[in-house]
């Protein structure tokens, strides 16, 4: 989230799609309900289901799984169409006046430099046009938060041209114009299947809140995520928020509803392959020394007044983690042991590790709080991966389909050779730590209950683990042994180390005086410092740990609450609260001043440019970005489909793409035999399936709960009453779904909560909804013949970005069991 | 259930002259469900349970987010789910917590032949005594709510306590505690009231014309409130427009002012009368035979107040109750 859960009290208007946060993150949603009391927010929820969300939202919008781009599409359409813009806010905050270079194209959905046979782009061409010579002279000068800065002389490229007055035919606001003017309300309608006059209402409601003193917010989970075109959506999300001027203010913003509790915690500390931790890139081939890398990954100055902070100080971040890495074995000789980190070849997210394992080019997998079988996507698929390898071992607090697979329903074990290893770690509830939620407050939790018989803590599992490999490394030497070898590990318990001793080491420290830093900007790119995670610095200090602060002060009335656990970056509450003020550093709405001016110092929020900079010094709100404002368009290779968000079908759809003839996401990655599973049309397989959790439900683990079996007990299929109808399916009898890939059953719930949609030329969609949790492995599932993973169904193929698994809109058949 | 919690009484069934009023001057308390914040996602069920020691039911899914069809004697707090079409196109998903209501003027605790087996405290929470509980099930047929559930083991009638021992601890009741939005408040009377009063007013700000605060007076008002945004459709929540302990009693008070006539065939006639006005006009049917077994008892050792003739058994089973 750029904001967090309290702060939808100050919102006019939430537009919730792709998430059912009633359901699903009930305590934190509690805060939108407060904000209908005290000020009258407004709610308007799009999804594919009339979920709990909807029966107390002010207005359900129903909507095709899958076409989200399109929608998006359309408001920001609307939103140009009628100038209902924050202009003064879209020219000093956005790159809408960057003139983009004469190479760029868009023709028939696809933009320029694709490669068809590679299915990927060359994106070259997405680029600026730059000032003729070169540029800069001292550099940027980087400040951030505390007033600490430090100048980083960089090699100053040339700066990208503007027009400030957005007339210039090439200039991102034109093209971004031209882009979405094809978005009209009956195309969005058609692609939808949106009443178009719920729609326009939608738009109209929304677009309202471009106003200076208004505020919306755009609350979304991964019913957005899980899409071949999934960060497209996002993007179009924030393209609208930045139109509106809704970023960087209190009630406003894009706001990811993370999964569990520290979901947002796992992806800040590097859960996913292309990063490290603090969002560093990962080092690929080619990038042999720190040199090669510093001149690739981090963002250039494009403009005078950009701050480029991340850019500009990505090198200190670097140094102090390989510092945190490989402590005293870090040295400027040998470039802080940044060759020791792995620079992978090619894609290594978890679609492409189990592939690798099905392809029989991987050993073994240790899973921590991960069952591919369930997950999915394709559970045969992911089950016969794992059934390639040669060990599994499963870290986990309860068996899992992962851990049981070999037993799974129509498997025999005979057949299976993979050595399954089952460690039983502690439940969240048996250990202390941080959770970090998706307002980016990193909180300290303490253990709830004691941990039973021979159940061990994953930091102990781990940390004996480690030592074990070591050890085997030193006497019987290896390939690359040096990462291994020369791992920092000062903990007093080496088998053992303390989530606490973790925590402080994530934070980092002045090795010089050996402090604990208060803030990233104390970080250093000789070795003097060490900091695991340069937006966790902060989070405990010399004064200790911030994490476990329980202050209940709210001195600006807006729900900062600055002294209750601690938010990254630097305890700031609102990401980029320096948009949330005009030139002169006034609040755009003085009603949520998120950050004032008073003459001397940025009040309000913790500020996101240096607190004594004066609005005179123009410098640029977006300090993450080499541009210094935010980017409707998204030059280079910052995506692998495309600058602007362009609507595509999904994998499986039951209609031609409405807005070109490219029907699916041309850079999507395709694995190897997974496009014979995919169902070309609708002709076997004629309905829309989506996926999703009940709030009685956590993960797959509460099957084995009694009192949440008892609220919600069996796996079940919604689906609409015609549909029912048309098949002779009665509510409370019993339903199979089939997609090309596998088969479930369950109870059916015919519901009006499920309707009818009309696309295209008035061709009738059902949709049909089903929960992921229930399994074969444990609890009330085990023993049940009946298969009940969702993800039996869903299709083997990911975002063309990120691979998240399309999870939402794939196509099956129902019929009556 | 806790019998005498150190709460000041106000009466008891079937005890004359039962109150404790002067020994502490008790403020009555209420608990008030707003609708409005409901997301139905029964913590309190849960929590109702777990405070209670009530075992998870075997349930099975019936084509419905709800988890049970009905109350049960085990479980005293059931979210209903309910799809209604509205006017303008529209889809409603009603959700509403169910439980008892503790009416001040309670049905069940007047209904109630046994001694003490129906209490109510003089802060309004009304509790059921299961030890001095007869299983004879007037209370069923006095509720005007349809709230309270007889075990077939036990022969004994259940239903919510208000977490009447929490609330004698200075504690809210567990569903209170455990609801995430603050849809589930407690506190004074008058505060709920007012909470309920000023919610009213912004819902109707939102549009919600029909909105209100279900406090009904036939019941002299409640100890567990509603705010209902689409008061309209107080059928479809299955609240009662207008519900009234009197009609609910009409057949015990039938009773009672006939009481001392001593006429057999009298006696014999309205207590026909009663039954078939049961069987036909309320969801559940009078005492079985067991019951009647153990009201006879009492009839031999109390006062005439409690004196009732046995009823015979009727022919109506628990499984035959619609």
Redesign the interface.
């Known amino acids: 989230m750029t904001n967090h859960w309290r702060d939808f009290r100050n919102s006019d208007v939430i537009l919730v799609i792709g998430a059912n946060p009633a359901e699903n993150h009930p305590c934190g949603w509690k805060w939108a309900h407060v904000g209908r009391d005290e000020r009258g927010t407004r709610i308007i929820h799009v999804d594919p289901r009339f979920t709990r969300t909807s029966a107390i939202a002010d207005v359900f919008v129903p909507i095709r799984a899958g076409t989200d781009t399109a929608f998006f599409g359309g408001l920001v359409n609307y939103v140009l169409e009628h100038e209902l813009y924050h202009e003064d806010y879209v020219k000093l905050h956005t790159n809408a006046s960057f003139i983009v270079a004469e190479g760029f194209k868009f023709e028939d959905g696809l933009f320029s430099g694709y490669d068809e046979a590679a299915r990927s782009y060359t994106t070259t061409t997405w680029d600026y046009e730059r000032e003729s010579g070169p540029q800069g002279g001292g550099g940027p000068k980087p400040g951030l938060g505390q007033g600490t800065t430090s100048t980083t002389p960089t090699t100053a490229p040339s700066f990208a041209k503007v027009d400030p007055t957005l007339r210039h035919p090439r200039c991102v606001f034109q093209l971004l114009k031209k882009h979405m003017s094809r978005y009209t309300p009956e195309v969005v309608s058609q692609v939808t299947g949106i009443p178009e006059d719920k729609f326009v209402a939608v738009a109209k409601e929304f677009a309202a809140t471009g106003a200076a003193d208004k505020a919306g917010s755009v609350v979304y989970a991964v019913g957005l995520t899980h899409h071949t075109s999934g960060l497209q959506i996002i993007r179009g999300a924030g393209i609208l928020q930045m139109l509106l001027g809704n970023v960087g203010i209190p009630g406003g913003g894009v706001n990811a509803e993370r999964g569990h509790a520290n979901i947002q915690g796992n992806t800040d500390n590097a859960i996913s392959w292309e990063i490290l931790p603090g969002y560093l890139g990962i080092p690929r081939p080619g990038m042999e020394t720190m040199a090669d890398y510093m001149a690739k990954v981090p963002a250039k100055q494009l403009r005078p007044n950009s701050i480029n902070f991340f850019g500009a100080n990505y090198k200190k971040f670097l140094v102090s983690q390989l510092k945190a890495f490989f402590g005293d074995k870090a040295t400027a000789a040998n470039d802080f042991g940044y060759a020791w980190i792995p620079k992978p070849a090619q894609n290594s997210s978890w679609l492409t590790i189990h592939d690798e394992a099905r392809a029989g080019r991987l050993d073994g997998i240790i899973y921590g709080g991960f069952t591919g079988v369930t997950v999915g996507p394709d559970s045969r698929r992911m089950a016969e991966s794992i059934g390639k390898l040669k060990w599994l071992v499963i870290m986990d607090p309860l068996p899992t389909t992962a851990s049981e697979f070999w037993h799974a329903p129509g498997v025999d074990p005979e057949d299976v050779q993979t050595e399954a290893l089952f460690l039983p770690a502690t439940h969240w509830i048996e250990k202390s730590g941080s959770f970090t939620n998706s307002g980016r407050w990193a909180q300290w939790k303490h253990k709830a209950l004691p941990a039973t018989g021979e159940v061990k803590d994953d930091n102990w599992i781990l940390g004996h683990l480690f030592r074990r490999v070591r050890d085997l490394y030193r006497k019987e030497g290896g390939a690359l042994p040096e990462p291994v070898l020369n791992l920092f590990w000062p903990y007093s318990d080496p088998g053992n180390p303390g989530l606490d001793e973790l925590a402080m080491e994530v934070n980092g420290v002045d090795l010089t005086s050996g402090e604990q830093l208060s803030t990233f900007t104390a970080l250093k790119d000789d070795g003097t410092t060490s900091s695991g995670n340069w937006i966790y610095a902060g989070s405990w200090t010399a004064e200790g740990n911030q994490m476990d602060r329980r202050g209940t002060d709210d001195p600006t009335g807006l729900g900062f609450f600055h002294g209750w656990a601690w938010s990254w970056p630097l305890n700031r509450r609102i990401l980029y609260n320096r948009a949330g003020a005009d030139a002169d550093g006034q609040p755009w709405d003085p009603t949520r001043p998120g950050l004032r001016w008073n003459g001397k110092k940025w009040v309000g929020d913790i500020p996101d440019i240096t607190a004594t900079s004066t609005p005179a010094d123009a410098k640029g709100a977006f300090i993450m970005t080499g541009e210094g404002v935010a980017r409707l368009f998204a030059p280079g290779n910052l995506t692998t489909d495309g600058p602007f968000p362009e609507h595509y079908e999904q994998t499986e759809t039951p209609i031609d793409n409405l807005l070109s003839g490219t029907r699916r996401n041309p850079a999507a990655f395709l694995y190897e035999d997974a496009p014979a599973s995919f169902a070309d049309d609708d002709a076997e397989f004629p309905y829309v399936a989506t996926t999703y959790r009940v709030t009685e439900h956590e993960h797959y683990v509460t099957q084995n709960v009694p009192y949440l079996v008892e609220a919600m007990p069996d796996f079940f299929v919604e689906l609409p009453v015609e549909l029912a109808e048309k098949k002779g399916i009665s509510n409370g009898g019993r339903v199979k779904v089939r997609s090309k890939r596998g088969e479930v059953e369950g109870v059916a719930i015919v519901t009006k909560r499920m309707r009818p949609l009309r696309i295209g030329d008035g061709k009738v969609v059902y949709q049909v909804g089903i929960p992921v949790h229930w399994h074969y492995a444990g609890g009330k599932g085990e023993g049940e013949a009946a298969p009940m993973m969702a993800n039996l169904l869903t299709p083997y193929i990911g975002d063309a970005n990120v691979r998240t698994p399309e999870y939402k809109g794939f196509l099956v058949d129902i019929e009556k069991a | 259930m806790p019998t005498e919690p150190g709460l000041a009484i106000r009466r008891k069934s079937a005890t004359p002259s039962s109150g404790t009023k002067g020994r502490s001057e008790a403020i009555e308390v209420s608990k008030l469900v707003d609708i409005?914040?409901?997301?139905?996602?029964?913590?309190c069920?849960?929590a109702c349970?777990?405070w209670n020691d009530l075992a998870?039911?075997?349930?099975?899914?019936?084509?419905?987010?709800q988890?049970h069809e009905d109350l049960t004697a085990n479980t005293w707090d059931l979210m209903r789910f309910k799809?209604v079409?509205l006017d303008n196109g529209?889809?409603?998903?009603l959700?509403r917590k169910d439980s008892c209501l503790h009416c001040d003027e309670p049905g069940c605790l007047l209904a109630c032949p046994a001694p003490g087996a129906i209490v109510q405290y003089e802060n309004g929470i009304v509790d059921f005594d299961q030890s001095k509980c007869i299983g004879c099930q007037y209370c069923i047929a006095g509720c005007p709510f349809d709230i309270p559930r007889f075990d077939q083991e036990t022969k004994k009638v259940y239903k919510c306590t208000m977490c009447v021992d929490r609330v004698d601890a200075g504690l809210e009741p567990a569903c209170v505690k455990s609801c995430?939005?603050?849809s589930i408040r407690f506190g004074t009377k008058q505060e709920m009231v007012s909470y309920g009063e000023a919610?009213v007013a912004?819902l109707k700000?939102?549009g919600f014309d029909d909105a209100l605060l279900y406090d009904p007076s036939g019941v002299n008002g409640l100890h567990m409130m509603y705010v209902v945004p689409r008061g309209d459709m107080l059928d479809d929540y299955g609240l009662p427009s207008d519900p009234d302990t009197t009609t609910s009693l009409s057949f015990i008070r039938a009773l009672q002012a006939v009481r001392g006539v001593g006429a057999i065939a009298i006696w014999a006639g309205l207590i026909g009368s009663a039954l078939y006005w049961l069987r036909s006009g309320r969801k559940r049917p009078p005492p079985e035979d067991e019951a009647v077994a153990a009201a006879e008892e009492l009839g031999r050792d109390d006062d005439e107040d409690a004196a009732i003739e046995p009823v015979p058994a009727g022919d109506a089973r628990e499984d035959d109750w619609p």
């Not at chain 2, 998870?56 to 987010?65: I, M, R």
């Open positions: 409005d914040l409901c997301i139905g996602c029964k913590a069920e849960i349970k777990e998870p039911d075997d349930t099975a899914n019936f084509g419905s987010y988890s799809e079409d529209d889809l409603a998903w959700i995430p939005t603050g919610k912004k700000d939102r």
